[in-house]
C-alpha cells in the first residue's frame, strides 16, 4: 500500500510562488504515473497536472500551463509541483495521486494523500 504525503501549501499573495511536494513511500514509487489535483471549496476536485513514470513525459490542464511546473525525483521517492504567477482562482486544497496511468480524472488514480491547502490572496 502506498501513502503519500503533501507539503508546502500556504497563503501567499497573488502573483508570488510555491512549490508542493509529496513523499511516497510503502512501495516502489517509479512504478506509478503521479498526478496533482485541486479541490475549491464547493467545487468538485479537479485535474492539474500528471507525470509518467520516469518523468519523460507531463500533461497540464489549460488554466496552469506556463505557470504550474510537476517534476519527480523517484530516488526521493518525491513529485513536485511548482507554482508561480499565483492567482486568486488557484485557492484550493491541492491533492497528490498516483496510479498506473496517466489520468486527468480523479477516478484514474489509485492512491492519495490527505491534501496540502493553498490560500492565494489578492
Known amino acids: 500500500q502506498v501513502q503519500l504525503v503533501e507539503s508546502g501549501g500556504g497563503l501567499v499573495q497573488a502573483g508570488g510562488s510555491l512549490r508542493l511536494s509529496c513523499a511516497g513511500s510503502?512501495?516502489?514509487?517509479?512504478?506509478?504515473?503521479m498526478g496533482w489535483f485541486r479541490q475549491a471549496p464547493g467545487k468538485e476536485r479537479e485535474f492539474v497536472a500528471t507525470i509518467s513514470r520516469i518523468g519523460a513525459s507531463t500533461y497540464y490542464t489549460d488554466s496552469v500551463k506556463g505557470r504550474f511546473t510537476i517534476s519527480r525525483d523517484n530516488a526521493k521517492n518525491t513529485v513536485y509541483l511548482q507554482m508561480n504567477s499565483l492567482k486568486p482562482e488557484d485557492t484550493a486544497t491541492y491533492y497528490c495521486a498516483g496510479g498506473p496511468m496517466m489520468a486527468p480524472t480523479p477516478n484514474g488514480m489509485t492512491y492519495w494523500g490527505k491534501g496540502t491547502l493553498v490560500t492565494v490572496s489578492s
Open positions: 510503502g512501495g516502489t514509487f517509479s512504478r506509478y504515473n
